[in-house]
Structures are given as structure tokens and as C-alpha cells.
């Protein structure tokens, strides 16, 4: 169980929390554990030489700026020892595997997965319509067979993707995001908070508390504004289903 952190400041004094807090509801003070592995956290971030990425909080000229979704979760072993979980929402530095974090649910960038393989043929299928639209012969029958070809070639993986992810719940069953969503969403489950979870399950750890905050420059889409360092809930979109199954919220 190495990607458990040790708390490096004395916390024997602080109270464990009641129980589980909501993910998708961010309290005026979180726990007092939480607050420790985030600034543990944070401190990581300033000063770790693993890998680069472009937060956008300092100048970097080659990189494009991508802000990204941090979280905790403080766990207690079979041991009663404390410790916390870390992790991030989808790749960080174009790639899904660092040491201070733990894995992903489904590892999509495995070169011997199904998805890159699936993702390669597709891209043959690309060239091949691209071939045929240089020539200009979009109306050949050829050209429409490769166009319905694409189409359900990428429906099926798309299918064959949200299979591939399997969440725990605390009771050790599994449901995958076409059971979980009339319509799974692209991305569900690469989010920070269905990470942790699914590793604490898969260890043998009891989730005590959890918290997701932002890490990069301030950026506003729509609706969604983020700022650095401010906690943020978990998302409704991808998270709502994935986060009720695996920790049987209402």
C-alpha cells in the first residue's frame, strides 16, 4: 500500500471525523486532517522534480496553461494507522501513472489496451476518407460505407471504454458507467474523488474524509469559475452517478 502518505506534522491530538463527508458539498472548514494533507499536498506540487506540467502560474512559453483538479482522501489502515490518498483529475503531465498518486480506475493510455488499438484503426479509417476527399469524390458509395464504418467503430469503443471502468463500492460490488448512466458522459471516472475511492476499496482502507481543490490559473467556462487553491465540490455531471454507487450516498 505505498501510495498511503504519512502526515509529516504531529496530528495524534486531532479528533477522526464522524464519518464520510459529502463530496459534492464543501463545508466553511474542513476537517483538520483534510486541511494538513492539502497544504502536504500543495507543498508537493512547489517542489517535486518528477514531472513537468503548465499550471499556468508561472511563465512557460512552449506548454499550453491547463489548471488541473487535485484531491485528498485521509484513510486509516486495518491497523487503525492514518495516512492520505492523493490524486488527480485526468493526465497529468500526458500521462496517467506518478508516484506520489495513485492509478487510475482504467488506464486508457496503455498502449496494449484495447482503446489505442481501437483509436489506431480509427485513425486508418481518417486517412481513408481524407484520401477520398482530396480526390474529391465525396459522394462515392465508398465514401459513405467508410463514414457509416467510423461511426460505428467509434460507438462501439465508446462502449467498449465505459466497460472497462469498473467501480468499487464499499461492500466490494462493481458497476460500470453503463450501468450507472442512461448516457455515461465522456470522462466519467477520470475525475480526483472516483480515483481515491476506488484505491482505498481496492486496499482495504476506510475513507475518513475527503476534499478536491483547483491547482493552476484562474479559469471560467460557462458556469464553472475555478481559482487556485479554493476547494471545489465533486462534479455533478460525471461524478453524481459514480460517487452515489461507490459511496451509497441518497
Not at 506518478?98 to 489506431?120: A, K, W
Request: charged share 20%; aromatic share 10%; hydrophobic share 40%.
Amino acid at each position: 500500500m505505498h501510495k498511503i502518505i504519512p502526515y509529516t506534522t504531529d496530528i495524534s491530538d486531532i479528533a477522526l471525523p464522524e464519518k464520510l463527508n459529502d463530496p459534492f458539498v464543501v463545508p466553511q472548514q474542513p476537517h483538520e486532517l483534510v486541511n494538513r494533507a492539502v497544504t502536504q499536498l500543495q507543498e508537493h506540487l512547489k517542489t517535486q522534480t518528477e514531472w513537468q506540467h503548465n499550471f499556468g502560474l508561472e511563465e512557460d512559453n512552449l506548454n499550453k496553461p491547463v489548471g488541473k483538479m487535485f484531491g485528498v482522501l485521509v484513510v486509516q489502515t486495518l491497523a487503525n494507522e492514518l495516512g492520505f490518498l492523493a490524486a488527480f483529475s485526468g493526465k497529468l503531465a500526458d500521462a496517467n501513472h506518478h508516484s506520489y498518486f495513485v492509478p487510475p480506475v482504467f488506464d486508457s493510455l496503455n498502449e496494449n489496451e484495447f482503446l489505442n488499438r481501437g483509436m489506431r484503426a480509427l485513425k486508418v479509417i481518417n486517412e481513408q476518407l481524407k484520401e477520398i476527399e482530396l480526390a474529391g469524390c465525396k459522394a462515392a458509395s465508398e465514401y459513405l460505407k467508410l463514414k457509416e464504418k467510423r461511426k460505428a467503430h467509434s460507438q462501439a469503443l465508446q462502449n467498449q471504454l465505459f466497460e472497462a471502468y469498473k467501480f468499487l463500492n464499499n461492500s466490494g460490488h462493481t458497476k460500470t458507467p453503463n450501468q450507472l448512466f442512461d448516457n455515461p458522459p465522456a470522462g466519467a471516472g477520470e475525475c480526483a474523488a472516483p480515483k481515491l475511492l476506488q484505491y482505498a476499496y481496492t486496499h482495504h482502507l476506510k475513507p475518513l474524509a475527503i476534499a478536491e481543490f483547483w491547482w493552476g490559473a484562474p479559469t471560467s467556462l460557462g458556469n464553472t469559475k475555478r481559482i487556485h487553491q479554493q476547494f471545489y465540490p465533486a462534479c455533478d455531471e460525471k461524478c453524481r452517478s459514480i460517487l452515489g454507487w461507490m459511496m451509497d450516498l441518497p
